[in-house]
């Protein structure tokens, strides 16, 4: 018996259908089914609640969130060895659990929910960032209700940064600008399979009602820019997006000697706006 549910333990799951993590696929398995449901109830009551989530692996997230009462849960599985094990638990939750095979990367979630839905995942290492840049710069509002997302600790440090830390940069300025992001807790490398080099946290963010008005593409555009060259003056770093960066920046009210670091969401939303009417200008 196990801790959330009478399915077999996630260490027989693992051994009979040859799970063995890969590197490749970003892979480190969590097999405490308390710690797992306690991640399921981060994101909140679950009851009647549509859920994503990524990288499920041998189902052990996937197996809390319905103990917890979701509704419905989508999950995104690239190794096939993986949706051989989740079809179990499919078995076991009849109706509630739907298994998609495919790279998430390249896969449009959205398409498979009615409603506002909410992402929980423990996310394969290589690919988290790129699917979290994904949702925060997809349309708005968006068709997910939270984010609720295992990272390594140092991605999530860079996730609610504040400007002038050391971890602010570009996934700092995204994530501010879009929702209110925060760290839950901690997770060690002990409760993975195998254990990674570093520590996890577990990120919480919550769509913001008013983000700052600029599209998305110019937002990324400033700030891969002015982050690439950091440790440069902004009128610096931002010649290759401005015809005149100084004039650009005095027109949003910053200092040109500024660094990327020390510009808040705000100034670079601004940058953004300003680049969106350079373009119209030149059209």
């Known amino acids: 018996m196990s801790a959330i549910d009478d399915l077999p333990p996630l260490r027989d ?24 449901a306690r991640i399921a109830r981060a994101s909140g009551p679950l009851e009647g609640v549509e859920v994503l989530e990524v990288g499920p692996g041998p189902g052990g997230l996937t197996r809390g969130l319905l103990a917890m009462g979701a509704k419905r849960v989508v999950a995104i599985e690239k190794d096939s060895r993986a949706v ?7 078995e076991h939750y009849p109706g509630r659990l739907e298994v998609i095979e495919g790279d998430a990367l390249a896969l449009d979630a959205s398409q498979h929910f009615s409603g506002p839905a909410r992402v929980v995942a423990n996310l394969p290492y290589n690919v988290g960032t790129a699917l979290l840049i994904g949702w925060l710069t997809g349309p708005w509002p968006p068709w997910w209700g939270s984010l609720t997302l295992m990272f390594q600790r140092e991605v999530a440090e860079r996730i609610v940064a504040q400007p002038g830390s050391e971890a ?20 060690p490398p002990s409760a993975f399979v195998p254990p990674p080099k570093v ?9 913001r009602s008013e983000p700052h008005p600029c599209r998305a593409r110019d937002l990324e555009q400033v700030t891969q820019a002015a982050f690439g060259q950091r440790r440069k003056m902004l009128r610096q770093s931002l010649k290759g997006v401005f015809r005149d ?24 939303a601004a940058l ?4 969106e009417a350079e373009r119209a200008r030149s059209l």
Do not use: M
């Not at 063995?20 to 480190?28: C, F, M």
């Not at 051989?84 to 499919?90: N, P, Q, S």
């Not at 300025?173 to 209110?180: F, N, Y």
């Open 13 to 36: 799951v693992i051994r009979r259908h040859e799970l063995s993590a890969r590197k490749s696929l970003g892979q480190n398995f969590l097999l405490d089914l308390n710690l797992t």
């Open 84 to 90: 051989a094990a989740l079809a179990e638990v499919a």
């Open 168 to 187: 602010y940069g570009r996934l700092g300025v995204l994530a501010g600008w879009r929702t209110e992001a925060r760290i839950l807790f901690d997770v």
């Open 199 to 207: 520590t996890s946290s577990v990120v919480h963010l919550v769509p």
């Open 245 to 268: 960066p100084v004039a650009a920046l005095t027109a949003c009210g910053i200092q040109e000697t500024r660094r990327a670091e020390e510009i808040g969401v705000e100034g670079f």
């Open 272 to 275: 953004a706006r300003l680049l």
